[in-house]
């Protein structure tokens, strides 16, 4: 039972290029979330989406980021024209529809470390 | 008010004590508090949750302590091990939907 995969582990852009991030949800998993982490920082929330469906984009950057969740395939996070200040860690959560009372079932993956040169 | 403040930002306990770990929330309408757990290079992953209409939660070594009046809850380690050295966040949210995070707490168990 696989749990959340992300890819790549680590990715390398120079400023200007676009960064693609990739997030195949556990099996059984409906939901995605995707979280941003600076250094030395907590997790911040960026998007809520479901297959074919964006739930919650309250925290997206206005500008450059946008994500998705086909019918089909993984979840895509990407990031347009990359900045300096994009450089963080990149982490994708899934969940199911029907959440247990004490565990939500929300499982991370083990992240994506976007560094921009 | 969608804040979560965490502390401390780094603990250091020496093996065996207890490891306790603070949070403070200001959004009434929470009704999930999770700890997660984070070793370097890897994601959060759950430690241990609870819900506002329960005040304790002990799962082996680990128990939450949540006070709805005060808007505070926190983590108890007992008998902390090295094992145990990552970095902790507290979270909250509504409905489970999107997590609201801490600062995170460094946590160093010494031998």
């Known amino acids: 039972n696989a749990g959340v995969m992300q890819n790549p582990r680590h990715l390398v852009r120079r400023r200007g290029q676009e960064a693609r991030l990739r997030c195949s949800p556990m099996?059984?998993?409906?939901?995605v979330y995707w979280y941003r982490q600076l250094p030395e920082e907590g997790l911040k929330f960026m998007v809520y989406l479901q297959k074919e469906n964006i739930i919650d984009e309250s925290g997206m950057p206005k500008e450059r980021f946008s994500a998705e969740f086909p019918k089909e395939g993984p979840s895509i996070l990407r990031i347009q024209q990359v900045v300096r200040g994009d450089s963080a860690a990149y982490f994708c959560a899934s969940s199911p529809i029907h959440a247990g009372l004490d565990n939500y079932g929300y499982t991370f993956g083990s992240g994506t470390r976007l560094t921009v040169v | 008010q969608q804040q979560v403040k965490q502390s401390p930002q780094s603990l250091i306990v020496q093996k065996g004590g207890i490891s306790i770990i603070n949070c403070a929330y200001e959004?009434?309408?929470?009704?999930?508090f999770p700890w997660y757990q984070q070793f370097p290079g890897k994601g959060p992953a759950l430690l241990i949750a609870?819900?506002?209409?329960?005040s304790e939660k002990k799962e082996g070594r680990f128990t939450i302590s949540f006070n709805k009046s005060a808007k505070q809850f926190s983590l108890h380690i007992m008998d902390s091990q090295p094992g145990d050295s990552a970095t902790y966040f507290c979270a909250a949210s509504q409905g489970a939907q999107k997590l609201v995070f801490g600062q995170g707490t460094r946590l160093t168990i010494n031998p």
């Open positions: 609870i819900r506002p209409d329960v």
């Open positions: 959004n009434t309408a929470f009704d999930y």
């Open positions: 099996k059984g998993h409906s939901h």
